[in-house]
């Protein structure tokens, strides 16, 4: 971008689209849109404050309709971008908006030669087909500007009237749209992968298994594309390299359970009585035709980093390290004066594993990825934290890696987890002995108590409160 | 596992080893198992490997057929040679084998294609956090 605009001194123009989001992981939405933008080198400009009001609908500025269809490409967590024709609060302050646009915005759209359909959708209301078709009718009555043939099945052209009714929970919800939006569909977000990449139809899965959703989220915060090799440090059973592998990208990782990783372990779905030979990350990467893309899984201890040739780069590293809840954090023991253990050939013997402390979990990652990553690359991850305890202080930090992001996801009214994208910014300058070369937290959320400690005494609280509340109104019903 | 992952591994994590790489290999089963030819990704690859190491690991399991012992610069327009390396990098895989640590022969299994790096607790090095 910056070479073009030395040519070319003008800033290209931009035009106003506007994006619908899906009603869900709202802390992730808009930098969802960022991460991929600047992946794909486009300028542009977010109205943020649009979503201000729960409303799902943001408008923002884009050099082109290229530019608009590669960025739904990519996005899960958007389901519509429209091109912005007119804003107001009414139909009919809409419809009569929309004739007085200039003619060389719409005519290529609308004339006797082109098809098109009016799709009328709300946000926080139904309405009834007959409301619908008041609408429809209002904005193609007498002097209407579309002047081709309707075609409800597939018209060359598709224009959306979307109303969002404001709704906050406390009082009545609105009868009357706080904004009405009129646009020309350009394209789909990539809902339809979250279906396509479901668990409950994946091969092989694992107790703590990322949803198709979020894993690809991640993907798009890693701005994982073509030809990447990523890398999943406590990779399971593989679903962040399934969305990495989407995107294009060469696939590897390791995890410390032996089990896992040859299909012995206990199986996660219910009523399976055990895996099957062949449930493992490569099938899984199989079942969606990544084969292709499949390097390598490994047993072994993420937290030992020196089983990595030095100047073996990764271009991501993407993954979600385990917490201690449903799978235990863990490490080969460090036993000094260890006796040596001598084995009967053929025995299978598995090291003694240690309490692997959290703190240390995030540390030894980000240590691994300031030595691992190329610069600019990207490290993406989840830290579980304890809500009234959290604070910014908490986050790891290390010099070589940057705070690109930091996205949290609530999981009940006390624990959280917060997603957390890091680029690398500078080259990793050993030794490794170094303080200034290593990673710290400022203030470790983890330091006094295990965050299984603090999980399980959250919800506690909250099992009892909920007790409490429960006997308190159903006293209320019977009096 | 491939080669390529083969390329990236060391011992170094046994106490008292000091490099670790490149890891001996022995194999057992080897099995050839067909990915798309993908040059850009193989060019791309060619500049992180360790390419005497690779030539080496190949000879062991008895697939370096083809493969030049020193890598010209000018492989990127040579298709046929890049085809071999893809070969070499993605597709020859050891199914059952192992691993050996250079300089203290320890061994690591290779079981279904899938390597075990994980050391007995007696042979972890110290890392002081």
Known sequence: MAARSAISPQIEPMKRYLLQFAHEHFDFRVQEIKSILSLIGCQATLKESDLNDGSPFMELELASDTVAKALMQRTVLSKRLYEFWEEGTSVSDVSTKIRQLPKDMIEPYTSESNSFRIVVETFNKKLSSGEKISRIEKLTETGSIFRGPINLNCPDYSFHLLEFYHNDATSQPASEPSKIYFGRWIADGQRARIQQYHLQKRHFIANTSMDACLSMVMANFGQIKDNDFVFDPFVGSGSLLVACAHYGAYVAGTDIDFLLLHAKAKPSRAKQKARSQDESVRSNLQQYGFESKYIDVLVADASHHKMWREGCQFDAIITDPPYGIRESAAKIANVQDAKVITLEEGAQRYPQKAQYQLGDIFKDLLNFAAKYLNKGGRLVYWLPIYKPDYQESNIPQHPCLEVESNCEQPLSTTISRRLITMVKIREFEGPESDREQKASIAVDHYQCETFRQKYFRATETETQEKKESDTLSSGKNHS | ?129
Not at chain 2, 84 to 98: D, M, T
Not at chain 2, 100 to 124: D, H
Request: proline share 5%; hydrophobic share 40%.
């Open chain 2, 1 to 129: 596992m491939k080669l390529l992952t083969h390329n990236m591994l060391t011992s170094n994590i046994i106490k008292g080893v000091t490099k670790g790489f490149p890891l001996g290999i022995t194999s057992t089963k080897v099995e050839v198992k067909e990915v798309d030819f993908n040059p850009a990704f193989v060019v791309k690859t060619l500049t992180k490997i360790d390419y005497p190491a690779l030539y080496q690991a190949a000879k062991d399991i008895g697939y370096a057929d083809g493969l030049p012992e020193k890598l010209e610069d000018n492989i990127k327009e040579n298709e046929e040679l890049l085809k071999k390396l893809h070969n070499a990098l993605l597709q020859v895989e050891v199914i059952e084998g192992e691993l050996v640590c250079p300089e203290s022969g320890r061994k690591f299994p290779i079981a279904n294609g899938i390597p075990n790096m994980l050391l007995q607790e007696n042979e972890v090095e110290n890392v002081a956090q």
